[in-house]
């Protein structure tokens, strides 16, 4: 019977001992994985910030730091918290970033027909030619000086205020979640780091 359950326990042994390097080797690839989103995310926010226009990347600009709902930064004290509860804050994060980063795309590719339609119109199809007077109302307009005509009424303009302002909130939101990502992609490479041999921590 002691023969029978040695043999028993030895194979669960082995296997333990077999697993080791499986598992040293899905941590280094992951770790990878994470080094390459942290250098995809970092780009990703750059490009962002450049596709926004002023004042985004103008320097010395300080967005509001919008609340996301279902997502913070990373905590200043997580490097001092144990491997595994740093390891289930990272993945609770990068699960919910996913739907968030879906939702800026689609913001981003609402907001990109209403900036380049300005900029078509003069040369689109049906729409009439720039006339003298049309050159000329442009022209006082850019100056700054007053064109004839009704003027926009109050209502109106208010809502176009509050349209403007919901773009650029919309805008710094995308630039919240963008940063978040490199943030959590950035904190997770290095929690995965410390758990690879040799490398720094």
């Not at 804050?89 to 699960?95: G, S, V």
């Not at 000329?136 to 009704?150: D, F, H, I, S």
Request: with cysteine.
């Amino acid at each position: 019977m002691s023969r029978r359950e040695g043999s028993l326990e030895d194979p669960q042994t082995d296997s333990s001992i077999s697993s080791l390097p499986h598992l040293e080797a899905k941590i280094h690839q992951t770790h990878s994985l994470a080094r390459l989103l942290t250098k995809y995310a970092e780009q990703l926010l750059q490009e962002y910030v450049q596709h926004q226009g002023d004042p985004f990347g103008l320097p010395g600009f300080s967005p509001p730091r919008l609340p996301v709902a279902g997502l913070s930064a990373p905590a200043p004290g997580h490097a001092g918290l144990p491997a595994p509860e740093r390891l289930r804050l990272d993945a609770a994060a990068l699960a919910a970033l996913p739907p968030l980063l879906d939702v800026v795309r689609r913001r981003q590719a609402e907001l990109k027909p209403a900036r380049a339609a300005p900029a078509a119109a003069p040369g689109g199809r049906g729409a009439p030619g720039p006339g003298p007077g049309r050159r000329r109302g442009g022209r006082a307009a850019a100056l700054g000086a007053e064109t004839r005509g009704p003027r926009p009424e109050p209502a109106a303009a208010a809502a176009a205020a509050a349209a403007a302002a919901g773009v650029f909130l919309a805008k710094v939101l995308g630039l919240r979640v963008c940063g978040l990502y490199r943030d959590w992609v950035s904190r997770t490479e290095a929690d995965l780091g410390q758990l690879v041999p040799g490398c720094p921590a």
